[in-house]
């Protein structure tokens, strides 16, 4: 005959600690405490129409992620004004949120390696895109903007609703005629 206490909810809550805790032991070192998410994979981008503007590769789900400038500008425009270090006066730029391109890709990584058209290159800390509204800046004052004039592409950083992005290391990662974005 079976104990009266062994039927309760407390021999029930009982067998499933023990349980729970058997689990543990099978666990792999460093998962303990845990949740395990499963990130959905991207759609895939729609093909390109116009010339690619912009690649990125790297710690990304989808197979390839590149953009033409209808693309880019798909995943919704924001506009920014702000002063920029590189330019006199006030500024309105409109693009697309590092953000949301980020996201779009299914980036997995901590840092970007931003490079333009003429090879400069800059380390980004994602940690920017989410602490900030950085904008991939297609237009400048309305206009698209050339390569002589900085495009077409052009990393902006919100100066002056963030005052502390003055600093010399944004202005260093505000890459202009930007081409290509490595997530590691």
């Excluded at 949301?100 to 290159?121: F, H, I, K, M, P």
């Excluded at 077409?152 to 100066?159: A, H, R, T």
């Amino acid at each position: 005959m079976a104990h009266p206490a062994d039927t309760s909810d407390h021999a029930l809550r009982r067998r499933a600690v023990l349980a729970g805790l058997g689990l543990l032991t099978l666990s792999p070192p460093g998962m303990v405490g845990r949740v395990a998410h499963a990130q959905p994979t991207p759609e895939p981008l729609p093909a390109a129409t116009g010339p690619i503007i912009l690649s990125i590769t790297g710690a990304i789900a989808l197979p390839q992620a590149e953009f033409d400038l209808a693309g880019l500008e798909g995943l919704g425009i924001t506009r920014l004004t702000t002063r920029n270090p590189f330019l006199t006066g006030v500024q309105e730029f409109d693009g697309v949120l590092l953000s949301r391109v980020l996201e779009r890709v299914g980036a997995s990584g901590t840092r970007l390696v931003a490079r333009a058209l003429d090879g400069y290159q800059a380390d980004i800390p994602v940690a920017d895109a989410r602490r900030f509204p950085v904008l991939i800046a297609t237009r400048r004052n309305g206009a698209p903007m050339r390569v002589r004039d900085k495009g077409p592409l052009w990393i902006i950083y919100p100066i002056d609703q963030h005052p502390e992005t003055a600093q010399e290391r944004f202005s260093t990662r505000s890459v202009w005629q930007l081409r290509h974005l490595q997530v590691v």
